[in-house]
């Protein structure tokens, strides 16, 4: 039996991976990383070589490849899509909060 340990850089951000790293610990493969990144998907840092991704940044493109392989998203479309489905969150997340406050003003009256 081989275990593999996949370690990924700490600093005051949190965990960064390499590109390396991130193919190796999740279905993601280079090539869509890539293209995700030059669609502006996922932020990094350094030249493509040592790229590094957050863990955000990992999250974001992970659900951009199940957007784009379950719901057949074209990887053209997935900014829109990402956004738009970002921006239900925070509106639902939003919506919560004021229910919450109308609720305490509602109690005291």
Not at 75 to 100: C, G, M, T
């Amino acid at each position: 039996m081989t275990t593999t340990v996949l370690t990924a850089e700490a600093d005051a951000d949190g965990l960064w991976w390499t590109l390396h790293q991130l193919t190796s610990a999740s279905v993601l493969q280079a090539d869509f990383i890539a293209e995700c990144v030059a669609l502006g998907l996922a932020e990094v840092s350094g030249e493509p070589v040592e790229w590094r991704f957050s863990p955000p940044a990992r999250m974001r493109l992970e659900k951009a490849w199940r957007l784009h392989r379950d719901l057949e998203v074209p990887a053209s479309a997935l900014p829109l899509v990402l956004q738009l489905l970002e921006e239900i969150d925070y509106l639902h997340a939003e919506a919560a909060q004021l229910q919450l406050r109308l609720r305490h003003w509602e109690g005291r009256g």
